[in-house]
Nanobody
């Protein structure tokens, strides 16, 4: 069972930046692909970024492409989401999600894998 703990959320002005962190424990981290889901108020979770087990491949939702970057450090069991040029629509709870490494290429449903508790991002205009 993968244990995931997110941090780094907070209040930021529109156009600002944040870096979210997700620390994993309990498993060999390199066995997992990891992604970030965004849940806006009243909406379903959306996968906005994912990274494969090696860190060499990543993919992004169109809504964040060019503004967010996902990276990982397997030695530290940590995945980061670097968020730039934040917009009001980026506000919400961000969840870290881990799945077996072969699932990187799959369609990701918002109710599978292991989840952290989430970290809140608030964007002020």
């Amino acid at each position: 069972q993968v244990q995931l703990v997110e941090s780094g959320g907070g209040l930021v002005q529109a156009g600002g930046s944040l870096r979210l962190s997700c620390v994993a424990s309990g498993v060999d981290f390199s066995d997992y692909t990891v992604g970030w889901f965004h849940q806006a108020p009243g909406k379903e979770r959306e996968n906005v970024a994912r990274i494969d087990w090696s860190g060499l491949n990543s993919d992004y939702a169109d809504s964040v492409k060019g503004r967010f970057t996902i990276t990982r450090d397997n030695d530290r069991n940590t995945v980061f989401l670097h968020m730039y040029s934040l917009k009001s629509e980026d506000a919400g709870v961000y969840y870290c999600n881990a799945r077996p490494r072969h699932e990187y290429i799959y369609q990701w449903s918002p109710d599978s894998g292991s989840w952290g508790q989430g970290t809140q991002v608030t964007v002020s205009s």
